[in-house]
């Protein structure tokens, strides 16, 4: 009822703007109006006892240009209508000039509220640079000592304020950046802020290098980190820091440094995966981060699949969902876990949840790297590859992700010019497929799985999205490992170290590190007979239905002939 509402105050908002000829306003300019329409309305309040001097002088500006229209939004609609409308960031549509893209939803804001436990002695500082903040959430509740928010854009900061005074807050609005700035304050919870397109200053950058010189300069890639190692320098001893950041920086090798730091220093509380498309405009995957000192251990949540529907792409939280989330917040459960920070260091500083959320073990189990050596085939570009290309079959073939089809290599990979493979060629010749390796995709989903089994007399290089494995087959019969793998229990275990969801990738380090079953090889080879005995049989079966299809489509062509139907032509 409530959303329904508010779109409808919007509607009629859109409707009066178009009606007085308002339609071209910035952002600015739409939240002073709507400001000023509200005190018009209030008669306990007026423009000349605004005691902000930067708002007083803005707001006379603003009733001075826009008076007439001002008085009439003052009569079309309540003081409540005017309130929400202010507080709303679902106005966009409605402006010229737009302030800059909002990410979160209220949704995602409220989790990160509900996860601050916020107190009646906490000192709070909302560090929501370039990203508007919802701090009405934290006003509303009046349990806290102080809130400091901050804000180095003029115009974003008189929208705070107008906020503000609309909430009968306290809270200080304060323009500054105070990332770029180096003052003795302290403070039990901080929003750390949430930026995804933009880059640190240089003046961020020299303060991190003088905090932290332990840690070598990865942040310029990684702002999300980047801001919160600047967040913690104003984090008091028992506080709590919370961050929104990319996915990505949980797992990515770029920011292990980093990640390594806030491990072994025991910075890291909780660590919770959200779903994709929950952020505004955008498909980018995002993780919450809960940021505290002197942990021992790190709570893990997968909330991938925790949401609400709100159309076909986007998606929300609403309360029952956040109440399931922190719900999972410090029990074993198959979506969280309470990792100790030394298995954190034995998975090499990896972040993300899904990596600690499904134990598989076996009674006798093997490292995949003890029993195999593992290649990673030729990085080619389309570009190189078209010079390469030969529009006659020749000895030399090239294996691409495409070619791996239902469990088998397909007889489509390309030929390569003879001429430039054997003198100026970037393929790695030492890397080539030979018969009884396994091949793993490195990239995309579904993971692809095949075996090399005829390749006759021909050369056969590999495209870098592929993994080669070769194992002693003395020691593991690559059919079987092709059967666990395929298996629901090894596609768990290839799930655990595919990162990323746009498009999963697997490290070769990973893969060398995956815990196999060991099973007597006897037994393996079996298995493995009984597979490929049953693979016999499918594609006998697959000719004669290749066949079939041949024949259909040859009687029906006989009957359908000129002869049969007639035909003049």
Known sequence: M????????????????????????SELDLNSILYVAYLEKMTNKSLDDLEDLDLKFHTKLIYSKYDNQI???????????????????????????????????????????????????????DFQLNSFSNFEYIIENKNYNLIDIYESDMQKALIYKMRNDVLEGDAKIIESNILDENIDKKYTKILSPMRFQTQISEKQKFILSEKYPQIENRYNRSVGWADILSSLLYLDENGKLISLTLSLAMYSSLEKNIRQYFVENGLIESVISLPRNLLNGTGIESTI??????????????????????????KDLYQENREDILNLIGKKSNNSRVVSVEEVKEKDYILDPKRYLTEISFKEEVLLGNIAMISRGSNI????????????????RFLNLVDIQAGRIKDTAISLKESLVESNSRLDQKNKLEKGQLLLSRTGNPIRIAIVEDIEDEVWFYSGNIYSISLDPNKYNPYYLKIFLESELGQKVLDQISLGSAIPNISMKDLNEIKLPYVDIEKQNKIADLYLNYEKKIREKEKELESLKLNRQRDLADIVSREEIGLCN
């Not at 409808?8 to 000829?21: A, C, P």
């Open 289 to 314: 981060l809960v940021i505290s000192k002197n942990n021992t251990s790190i709570n893990f949540v997968d909330a991938k699949d925790v949401y609400t529907s709100v159309n076909r792409v986007e």
């Open 381 to 396: 570009t389309n570009k190189e590859m078209e010079r390469y290309k030969s529009d006659q079959k020749t000895k030399y």
């Open 71 to 125: 008085k009439e939004l003052s009569k079309l609609f309540s003081t409540d209508d005017l309130k929400e409308l202010l507080l709303s960031n679902d106005k966009e549509e409605l402006v010229n000039e737009k302030l800059e893209l909002r990410f979160l939803n209220d949704g995602i804001y409220k989790l990160i509220i509900d996860l601050l436990e916020i107190e009646k002695n906490d000192k709070i500082g």
């Open 2 to 25: 409530y959303n329904q509402r508010k779109k409808e105050v919007i509607s009629r908002l859109k409707d009066t703007l178009d009606r007085l000829s308002m339609n071209k306003l």
